[in-house]
Nanobody, 115 residues
């Protein structure tokens, strides 16, 4: 079965850290560009960070310097290390794999930043 499964979300205090993981199965993981998107209540889904099949990352301005995206193709997994978390980072975080002819989403994992 072709799927992406996210894990690692939860409740964290402002200034804290979380590491999200997204494991792919049933797919040739290494050929896809991978992204972490997020959707806060009442807002549109937005890109937080992405990493190309070649390993080049890019980040939304709102997370630059705080989030780091990485991938381990041997483990079919992409990670999002989130540091210095803010309440405005609260959202459901979705993993995405895509190419010109492929677009797959995970089910999402909730991240809540609150004291």
């Amino acid at each position: 079965q072709v799927q992406l499964v996210e894990s690692g979300g939860g409740l964290v205090q402002p200034g804290g850290s979380l590491r999200l993981s997204c494991a792919g199965s049933g797919m040739i993981f290494s050929i896809y560009d991978m992204g972490w998107y997020r959707q806060a209540p009442g807002k549109q889904r937005e890109l937080a960070a992405a990493i190309s099949s070649g390993g080049s990352p890019n980040y939304a301005d709102s997370v630059k310097g705080r989030f780091t995206i990485s991938r381990d193709n041997a483990k079919n997994t992409v990670y999002l290390q989130m540091n210095s978390l803010k309440p405005e980072d609260t959202a459901v975080y979705y993993c995405n794999a895509r190419s010109l002819t492929f677009n797959l989403w995970g089910q999402g994992t909730q991240v809540t930043v609150s004291s």
